[in-house]
């Protein structure tokens, strides 16, 4: 005799209970899914509307912005836990400027630019470097430390107070 073992006829008792409790919340679950992705979710849903760039095979393509950019960028100098030094726009957190780095050579910490003489791949503007040789090498210790060196910069671009 053999016997055959299946699997029962029917959904699992908690496919069902999870339906429902979705089936309940679709309300919310779409008005949170539409403020995660900016109303995509639901535009998504819509049926596809003909338009001239997809009948002529093109494609659009839009950059979307929380910030407002009519108002002008608000720079100042960030030196990061890993030693990176950047010129970084104040309203919007974005990186305008790589200009160098805090590293350990020969048991010192120094501030080197990125420039190509420092082996560095992506070299910073030219007019920014020049601007600043008088910091490079420049070491760092108890009585110059980062966020001196941060000012120092600072001051030497002429950037505003934040």
Avoid: C, W
Wanted: charged share 30%; glycine share 4%.
């Amino acid at each position: 005799m053999i016997d055959i073992i299946s699997k029962k006829d029917g959904p699992r008792k908690e496919d069902v209970r999870l339906r429902k409790l979705i089936q309940e919340n679709k309300g919310t679950i779409t008005a949170m899914a539409d403020h995660f992705s900016m109303g995509s979710y639901s535009a998504s849903k819509q049926p596809a509307q003909q338009n001239s760039n997809a009948e002529q095979g093109k494609a659009s393509y839009f950059i979307l912005s929380a910030h407002d950019n009519a108002e002008p960028p608000k720079p100042y100098v960030r030196v990061s836990l890993n030693g990176r030094v950047v010129i970084v726009d104040d309203r919007t957190s974005k990186q305008m400027h790589f200009i160098g780095e805090v590293r350990h050579l020969n048991g010192e910490k120094v501030f080197l630019l990125a420039t190509e003489e420092n082996k560095f791949f992506s070299p910073a503007d030219e007019d920014l470097m020049n601007t600043l040789k008088e910091l490079d090498h420049i070491k760092l210790d108890a009585q110059f430390d980062e966020d001196m060196l941060s000012a120092k910069i600072h001051e030497v671009l002429g950037l505003e107070d934040i």
